[in-house]
Structures are given as structure tokens and as C-alpha cells.
């Protein structure tokens, strides 16, 4: 049974939420503002959480920034009434895996949570992904989403930088457009932007790479995508 921490400051948006997932045979904990939410993450360990934006104490963009800088990889949904793509962006650049906005109905919502799950279960599975991979300056745990670099020692790798590694490792030596990326990777309905997969690559090349401005690991191919060569 899948465990899910809801962060979410309003009562009856707490108990409809609780009362659904549970009936999709899921196990759930309530968490009543940031604080409270941040606290549960830092102490046990859950294969979701859902988290809401705009909360007393700690907004939920701060709670996921910390989480991630903490070493959390657990996908993170956001929960917000703000629907501009600032936000969006903001969002899913934290290291969030998804966003939808409020009014949703709980069908979507629990779409998206099956959804998430499943991507990240992809991920654990092998499927053409070692458990364990050694690229350039990282060595990296699939299994237990952990990362050493050969002169810093321990890293903290978001989970999605997991995901995209793990995609571009599955195509190795392969080109894979940055579209692809976004729709197997992120799901179209969680609205990035290209830009946000330039970001992560980037981030992975500064992991990776020797000189990440002269990558010889993941390549970029000019008005194709990315290549990873292994």
C-alpha cells in the first residue's frame, strides 16, 4: 500500500482528499500547515506527497525547496489556486513532479497521483536501468535515489533528476527530443516548458561532466534533443 502525506491547511480539503484516497486503498497522513508538513517529511518516509502552495508558517514552495536541498526524492504534487505559469514553472523547476490547480475535481487528482507513482516506480524498476551507473564525475543508486560525485563525496540529487538520467540512460546513444522529455518524463498535463528540461540538463551536466561547457557525456544535438553516450 502506498503511503501519501497530504500538506494542506484547509479542513475540508484535507478530510475530502484523505477520505478518496484512502477509498483507492491508499495510506494516508495529514499534515496541517508547512511546519508540520516539513516535519513529516524530514522524519518518515512516504512514497508521495501532496502539497499545497499557499500555507501558514512555511508556503509550499519553501517546504519543497527544503525537502529537495535535504536530500528528498519522494515525487511531490502541488496543490494551488494560482494558475499562472510563473507558478507552474516555479513549481516543477523545485523539484515538484506535478501541479494542479484548484477547482480540481478528485478523479484528476487521483489520475495524476497514479500517474506519479507509476513514473516513479518506472524509474526503481530496472527496464534497460542499472541499479547501479557510473558516468563521468557521478556514481548513482537508482535503487535508493542516491548520488556521490568523485570529489565532493555525497550529492543531493532532486528526483527528477533521477527521472530524466534514468530516460536518457534507457535511450542511450540515442537522440531524444526535448518534447519527448517533457511528455515521458514530466507528462504534457503538468505544463513545462523546454526550458525547464534545458534547466535539469544542465544541472546533471555540472554533476557529470568535467567541463560541463564541453560536455563529452550528455551532448546536445542542434535542433534534435539530447544525446546521452555511454
Known amino acids: 500500500m502506498s503511503k501519501i502525506l497530504i500538506v494542506e491547511d484547509e479542513p475540508n480539503m484535507q ?39 499557499m500555507m501558514p508558517k512555511i508556503s509550499g514552495f519553501d517546504v519543497c525547496k527544503t525537502a529537495r536541498k535535504q536530500g528528498v526524492t519522494t515525487p511531490i504534487i502541488f496543490l494551488t489556486a494560482k494558475g499562472e505559469e510563473i ?7 523545485l523539484g515538484a513532479d ?47 535515489y542516491e548520488a556521490s560525485h568523485v570529489e565532493e563525496g555525497n550529492i543531493k540529487m532532486s528526483h ?40 535539469f540538463i544542465l544541472k546533471l551536466r555540472q554533476k557529470i561532466e568535467l567541463n560541463p561547457n564541453d560536455p563529452k557525456f550528455i551532448l546536445t544535438v542542434h535542433g534534435a534533443g539530447y544525446k546521452l553516450l555511454s
Not at 24 to 53: C, H, S
Not at 87 to 93: I, P, R, S
Open 87 to 93: 507558478d507552474k514553472v516555479l513549481g516543477l523547476e
Open 98 to 144: 506535478d501541479y494542479i490547480t484548484k477547482p480540481f475535481s478528485i478523479r484528476e487528482l487521483v489520475a495524476r497521483v497514479k500517474a506519479v507513482l507509476r513514473r516513479s516506480l518506472d524509474t526503481k524498476e530496472a527496464d534497460g536501468t542499472p541499479a547501479l551507473l557510473e558516468i563521468g564525475n557521478l556514481k548513482v543508486d537508482f535503487t535508493h
Open 160 to 199: 527528477k533528476e533521477f527521472e530524466v538520467l534514468a530516460y536518457l540512460l534507457k535511450h542511450r546513444n540515442e537522440v531524444v527530443s526535448r518534447y519527448k522529455l517533457l511528455e515521458d518524463v514530466w507528462g504534457y498535463e503538468a505544463q513545462p516548458t523546454t526550458r525547464t528540461v534545458d534547466n
Open 15 to 53: 478530510m475530502g482528499l484523505k477520505d478518496n484516497l484512502e477509498f483507492e486503498q491508499f495510506e494516508v497522513t495529514i499534515a496541517k500547515d508547512g511546519q508540520e508538513g516539513l516535519d513529516n517529511i524530514t522524519n518518515n518516509t512516504y512514497d508521495l506527497i501532496i502539497l499545497d502552495v
